[in-house]
């Protein structure tokens, strides 16, 4: 459709529709990794873990971003159960709803 023509009808049934998608992604797919095993993946309402600001935590449809993390990291699943995972280092990945989280990975490597 010629976007000149487009209706105000048009404009709100397409903003409805952005606006249904957004509702239906109410949880994180995340992915929590060390370099040996997963230790989560699923869904999740939030994560939650400090970096060199402070506390924050992630809620769905969260802007991206990377971050190092440092130690804890706190899933809140679908459930609402809490799983902590203790850990030294790590890094956070935040795309497009995905999260994705590797610990223990950014330890000191001697050359």
Known sequence: MDKSKRTLSDFFNEASNLIGRIRSKKLLSL?????????FEGEAKSVTSTN????????????????????FLTVTKSSGEKVTFQT???LLK????????????????EI
């Open 31 to 39: 992915t929590v990794r060390t370099r040996d095993k997963v230790l």
């Open 52 to 71: 060199e600001i402070g506390v924050f935590s992630v809620l769905p449809q969260h802007a991206n971003f990377i971050s190092v993390i440092k130690e």
């Open 88 to 90: 030294k280092t790590g």
């Open 94 to 109: 935040i795309w497009e709803n995905e999260a994705h989280v590797f610990l223990d990975v950014l330890e000191p490597v």
